[in-house]
């Protein structure tokens, strides 16, 4: 059974910091291709960063250069640091884990996400 399991959300003050983590189960963990997106009262699910198996990173223009995603293989374990936080970030975050390959000539993807925790951001 796979299980995503994340953590680390909280109210915190605007300019403050927050660290996320998602804890995987039940899957190839180094192979996986691990994301984390948001979503906010009223709006659509957005990503907000994603890490591949070989540490390749990508982020959404809002967040560029206050948030870093890393993954701790190790672990099974992905993270997502913010930085300098505002109102704008209040949202729930979800952990994503997707794997995509080529069977009999067909994309397949395995796709798996967590249940989400909430980050506020208010003074």
């Known amino acids: 059974q796979v299980q995503l399991v994340e953590s680390g959300g909280d109210l915190v003050q605007p300019g403050g910091s927050l660290r996320l983590s998602c804890a995987a189960s039940?899957?190839?963990?180094?192979?996986?291709?691990m994301a984390w997106y948001r979503q906010a009262p009223g709006k659509q699910r957005e990503l907000v960063a994603l890490?591949?198996?070989?540490?390749?990173?990508n982020y959404g223009d809002s967040v560029k250069d206050r948030f870093t995603i890393s993954r701790d293989n190790a672990r099974n374990t992905v993270y997502l640091q913010m930085n300098s936080l505002n109102p704008e970030d209040t949202a729930v975050y979800y952990c994503?884990?997707?794997?995509?390959?080529?069977?009999?000539?067909?994309?397949?993807?395995?796709?798996?996400w967590g249940q989400g925790t909430q980050v506020t951001v208010s003074s």
């Open positions: 994503n884990a997707v794997w995509w390959r080529t069977v009999g000539g067909t994309r397949r993807s395995s796709d798996y």
């Open positions: 039940g899957i190839i963990f180094s192979i996986y291709t």
């Open positions: 890490i591949t198996s070989g540490g390749s990173t």
